[in-house]
């Protein structure tokens, strides 16, 4: 079976809306350039991924202005404005065009229109927006009503500060989070730096260490440009109306969602990249699950660290473990004997081979695989690790992600029922009776009951954004108060 794939790529304002500019990681990138060609990723491996920042046209929205006392009863058709250059840190690969949320569409053809958003023109041609940017909106509300409006009082360094402790350190503390004045650490400040520790992703014991002063002394306008980043991100993916049955994978939080008709209706937690091989942003069709699937082991693993234990063992340390030895990453590749392969060249970067472990619940692929074809060469896929989900060691895969219930997310995938293979030792691919789309975003605050829950920055896609576009983002926040 043949599987097939399409990028798409929104150009920059500068460019041609299909244009895919030269991939480098610089923007903006003046002229329009002819989209690279695909990496060579060997099928099965888990490639090393760089990050996918995209050019696409800037935003179309009139900033949303002082919010209603309620924020839940905000409208919710407004969208914040950012200059275009925001947008080219928040955006994701489309693999497929269809996926692409019609507001991103829209704004693509009508360059003109966004650049007299930003100007301060009353322009608006988002007409819908993923429910996440809604609930973001209105955390956005929420954190500043309770953080914004206490005292941005920097406080300096110094010891760590706890129950029973006092002095003028502990009065700028009480000041900072609005208790009245005083000098000492009480139950009612504790409480205070437990509530503000567990929305900015600190562990909520209630000290006030290192992290949690600086923390504090970054101010709520810091931790608003956080907000408004997440929300551009939010704007790739789909409104309601556009994909009646998705999948979210969200590298920010680890966590795949299933929605249907707007509703998210099943989460579970997934491993997905570490910051040296970062989980892209990008949407595709999940197309086809392969059952019983076979683990191809990425060259440098083979290098790294099968080959020398081969070496040291010998072969015996492959065929106890179904490793198989193939000539190439070719349909057609043939078995070669293990004892033929010179492993210290393998080791040493002089000689490649295929590896290959076969079908078993023990292989690092498990049981199945969900493959959306694209050229990163990331898929989902089970995995016999369990222990790293109920650890909560979530960002240490090479990009692809792995599930923590294959038999949950497959029975919704294919309306029901969990697909099994013929023979538990041979590969089998199932189509999905109906593509089911994939967006994999990097939504580092969280929608909550209570406003937002910021999340560790493991990629520095926030840093980065932060540090570039700092004026910006300001401004932006300076338009909401």
């Known amino acids: 079976m043949t599987k097939r794939f399409a990028l798409l790529a929104l150009g920059a304002l500068t460019l041609p809306a299909a244009a895919l500019a030269q991939w480098n990681g610089n923007w903006p990138v003046p002229g329009a350039v002819p989209p690279p060609p695909p990496p060579q990723v060997q099928p099965g491996a888990q490639a090393p991924v760089a990050e996918p920042w995209m050019a696409r046209p800037a935003p179309s929205a009139q900033p949303w202005q002082s919010p209603a006392a309620d924020p839940n009863k905000a409208p919710a058709l407004e969208p914040i404005d950012l200059p275009p250059a925001i947008e080219q ?41 993923n429910p996440i940017y809604t609930e973001l909106r209105r ?7 309770r953080w914004g409006n206490l005292p941005q009082l920097p406080i300096p360094a110094g010891p760590t500060l706890k129950l029973g402790t006092a002095g003028e350190r502990v009065s700028m503390l009480r000041q900072r989070l609005g208790l009245p004045d005083g000098s000492k650490f009480d139950a009612a400040l504790a409480a205070q730096v437990k509530e503000f520790q567990a929305v900015h992703g600190i562990k909520p014991d209630g000290v006030a260490g290192a992290g949690t002063i600086q923390a504090l002394n970054r101010g709520a306008q810091y931790y608003e440009q956080l907000i408004i980043i997440n929300m551009e991100r939010a704007k790739r993916l789909p409104a309601p109306e556009e994909q009646r049955k998705y999948v979210i994978v969200d590298a920010g939080n680890a966590r795949l969602s299933m929605w249907e008709n ?27 699950a392969s059952v019983n699937p076979y683990w191809n082991v990425p060259p440098e693993l083979v290098r790294s660290l099968i080959g020398p234990r081969v070496v040291a063992q010998g072969v015996s340390y492959l065929t106890e473990r179904e490793y198989q030895v193939l000539t190439d990453y070719g349909d057609d590749a043939k078995t070669i004997d293990p004892h033929d392969v010179d492993w210290q060249a393998v080791v040493d970067g002089r000689q490649d081979v295929r590896l290959r472990r076969l079908p078993s619940p023990a292989n690092s692929m498990g049981m199945m695989k969900f493959m959306l074809p694209n050229y990163f060469g990331i898929y989902l896929h089970d995995s016999p690790e369990k222990e790293h989900f109920t650890k909560n060691e979530l960002w240490i895969s090479n990009g692809c992600v792995r599930v923590e219930d294959y038999k949950r997310l497959a029975s919704w995938l294919f309306g029901g029922y969990v697909p099994k293979g013929k023979d538990p030792k041979i590969e089998e691919e199932v189509d999905l009776p109906k593509p089911v789309p994939v967006y994999m975003t990097y939504i580092t605050a969280q929608p909550t009951a209570g406003g937002v829950q910021f999340m560790p920055d493991t990629y520095g896609r926030d840093a980065h954004l932060m540090e570039r576009f700092g004026t910006q983002l300001i401004a932006a926040v300076r338009g909401l108060r």
């Open 89 to 129: 840190g928040v955006d994701m690969i489309y693999i497929d065009e269809e996926l692409v949320p019609r507001a991103v569409h829209d704004s693509a053809a009508q360059p003109d229109m966004a650049f007299a958003a930003w100007s301060g023109a009353p322009v608006d041609f988002y007409t819908s927006v």
């Open 139 to 145: 955390g956005l509300v929420k954190y500043q009503q």
């Open 262 to 288: 707007g509703r998210k209706v099943d989460e579970m937690k997934i491993v997905v990249g570490k910051a040296e091989t970062a989980t892209p942003m990008m949407a595709a069709y999940i197309k086809y």
